[in-house]
Protein backbone atom coordinates (compact mmCIF):
# COMPACT_ATOMS: atom_id res chain seq x y z
CA UNK A 1 0.00 0.00 0.00
CA UNK A 2 2.82 2.29 0.97
CA UNK A 3 4.60 1.50 -2.65
CA UNK A 4 0.80 2.55 -4.61
CA UNK A 5 1.16 6.17 -2.29
CA UNK A 6 4.66 6.80 -3.19
CA UNK A 7 4.05 5.97 -6.79
CA UNK A 8 0.72 8.43 -6.80
CA UNK A 9 2.59 11.26 -5.33
CA UNK A 10 5.74 10.92 -7.60
CA UNK A 11 2.96 10.64 -10.47
CA UNK A 12 1.08 13.87 -9.21
CA UNK A 13 4.74 15.91 -8.94
CA UNK A 14 5.76 14.54 -12.11
CA UNK A 15 2.85 15.87 -13.95
CA UNK A 16 3.01 19.31 -12.22
CA UNK A 17 6.14 19.17 -13.43
CA UNK A 18 5.05 18.75 -16.45
CA UNK A 19 2.53 21.55 -16.15
CA UNK A 20 4.97 24.28 -14.64
CA UNK A 21 7.48 23.39 -17.51
CA UNK A 22 5.06 23.83 -20.22
CA UNK A 23 3.81 27.80 -18.87
CA UNK A 24 7.36 27.97 -18.29
CA UNK A 25 7.94 27.38 -22.12
CA UNK A 26 4.80 29.35 -22.96
CA UNK A 27 6.62 32.77 -20.84
CA UNK A 28 9.94 32.37 -22.90
CA UNK A 29 8.21 32.49 -25.75
CA UNK A 30 6.22 35.55 -25.47
CA UNK A 31 9.34 36.74 -23.56
CA UNK A 32 11.34 35.96 -26.58
CA UNK A 33 8.65 38.19 -29.14
CA UNK A 34 8.44 40.97 -27.24
CA UNK A 35 12.37 41.39 -26.92
CA UNK A 36 12.22 41.33 -31.01
CA UNK A 37 8.87 43.08 -31.93
CA UNK A 38 9.51 46.38 -32.26
CA UNK A 39 6.37 47.96 -31.06
CA UNK A 40 6.86 46.27 -28.16
CA UNK A 41 10.16 45.52 -26.05
CA UNK A 42 12.23 45.91 -29.19
CA UNK A 43 15.43 45.16 -26.99
CA UNK A 44 16.99 43.85 -30.05
CA UNK A 45 17.85 47.26 -31.21
CA UNK A 46 20.45 47.52 -28.39
CA UNK A 47 20.73 44.26 -27.55
CA UNK A 48 23.07 41.04 -28.83
CA UNK A 49 21.81 38.26 -27.70
CA UNK A 50 22.35 34.37 -27.94
CA UNK A 51 25.75 34.98 -29.94
CA UNK A 52 23.63 36.80 -32.85
CA UNK A 53 25.45 39.46 -33.93
CA UNK A 54 24.11 42.75 -34.96
CA UNK A 55 25.80 46.07 -36.47
CA UNK A 56 24.78 49.63 -36.63
CA UNK A 57 22.34 51.06 -33.94
CA UNK A 58 21.14 47.73 -32.35
CA UNK A 59 24.69 47.76 -31.31
CA UNK A 60 24.99 50.38 -28.55
CA UNK A 61 24.10 48.16 -25.85
CA UNK A 62 25.92 45.68 -24.02
CA UNK A 63 25.47 42.14 -25.46
CA UNK A 64 23.58 39.88 -23.07
CA UNK A 65 24.88 37.12 -21.89
CA UNK A 66 24.93 34.49 -18.77
CA UNK A 67 21.55 36.45 -17.17
CA UNK A 68 20.69 33.18 -16.25
CA UNK A 69 22.99 33.97 -13.38
CA UNK A 70 21.38 36.87 -12.60
CA UNK A 71 18.48 37.16 -10.01
CA UNK A 72 15.47 37.75 -10.80
CA UNK A 73 14.38 40.80 -8.77
CA UNK A 74 17.61 42.47 -10.73
CA UNK A 75 16.38 42.08 -14.18
CA UNK A 76 13.36 43.37 -13.39
CA UNK A 77 14.66 46.59 -11.97
CA UNK A 78 16.98 46.99 -14.96
CA UNK A 79 14.06 46.50 -17.06
CA UNK A 80 11.36 48.18 -15.10
CA UNK A 81 13.69 51.35 -14.79
CA UNK A 82 17.34 51.18 -15.17
CA UNK A 83 18.30 54.23 -13.79
CA UNK A 84 17.66 53.11 -10.16
CA UNK A 85 21.16 51.36 -10.64
CA UNK A 86 22.70 53.18 -12.88
CA UNK A 87 21.45 57.07 -13.28
CA UNK A 88 23.34 57.82 -16.59
CA UNK A 89 22.02 54.61 -18.57
CA UNK A 90 20.62 54.75 -21.93
CA UNK A 91 18.12 51.93 -21.91
CA UNK A 92 14.55 53.47 -21.30
CA UNK A 93 12.06 52.75 -18.44
CA UNK A 94 10.28 50.34 -19.75
CA UNK A 95 8.02 49.72 -16.64
CA UNK A 96 7.91 52.98 -15.21
CA UNK A 97 7.11 55.26 -18.17
CA UNK A 98 4.25 52.36 -18.76
CA UNK A 99 5.34 50.73 -22.41
CA UNK A 100 5.50 46.98 -20.97
CA UNK A 101 3.42 46.11 -17.84
CA UNK A 102 4.70 43.54 -14.81
CA UNK A 103 3.61 40.33 -16.85
CA UNK A 104 5.24 41.10 -19.93
CA UNK A 105 8.62 42.28 -18.51
CA UNK A 106 8.49 38.99 -16.39
CA UNK A 107 7.99 36.94 -19.71
CA UNK A 108 11.06 39.40 -21.18
CA UNK A 109 13.06 37.46 -17.55
CA UNK A 110 12.09 34.46 -18.58
CA UNK A 111 13.59 34.74 -21.98
CA UNK A 112 16.40 36.22 -20.63
CA UNK A 113 17.20 33.62 -18.79
CA UNK A 114 18.08 31.26 -21.58
CA UNK A 115 20.20 33.32 -22.73
CA UNK A 116 23.83 31.93 -23.05
Given at each position: MKLIKSLAVA?????????????????????????????????????????????????????????????????YNKIYDPNIDNPISQMPAFGKNGWLSDGEIRAVIAYLKTVD
Open positions: TAISALAVTLSSANEDLVKKGEKIFNTKNLGNCLACHAVNGKKIDGPGSMGPKLQALKYWPDEAL
